[in-house]
Nanobody, 126 residues
Framework: VQLQASGGGVVQAGGSLRLSCTAS????????MSWFRQSPGAVREFVAG????????YYRDSVEGRFTISRDNTKSTVSLQMNSLRPEDTAVYYC????????????????????WGQGTQVTVSS
């Protein structure tokens, strides 16, 4: 499975960005999908995840209410709408795919994800 992320950029604090990730080479609805991010010198952290059929989603506390994850299984895409961006949201954002039997569950563990996109830089200026 190949994942291609796009949509990063530079935005002022309070602004919005929308990240997209397109999958190819596999059955997209077999995978729970998540977004992670990583800042220089920091560990990669879970941001948001969505279940295989899109009925469950989870967020890290700091983005709850500001970010929204969605997926379109007909187009093999997962998106992350990011509103009210803060300087601390600055990072490289990665989409990731986890093949799961369950249609409802999502893992936040980096090591559970088999496939990763190349990352897209998000920079929020103050």
């Amino acid at each position: 499975v190949q994942l291609q992320a796009s949509g990063g950029g530079v935005v002022q604090a309070g602004g919005s960005l929308r990240l997209s990730c397109t999958a190819s080479g596999g059955r997209f609805d077999s995978f729970a999908m998540s977004w992670f991010r990583q800042s220089p010198g920091a560990v990669r952290e879970f941001v948001a995840g969505i279940s295989r059929v899109g009925t469950s989603s989870y967020y890290r506390d700091s983005v709850e209410g500001r970010f929204t994850i969605s997926r379109d299984n007909t187009k093999s895409t997962v998106s992350l709408q990011m509103n009210s961006l803060r300087p601390e949201d600055t990072a490289v954002y990665y989409c990731a795919a986890d093949r799961r039997f369950s249609t409802q569950t999502i893992t936040r563990l980096v090591d559970e994800y088999e496939y990763w996109g190349q990352g897209t830089q998000v920079t929020v200026s103050s």
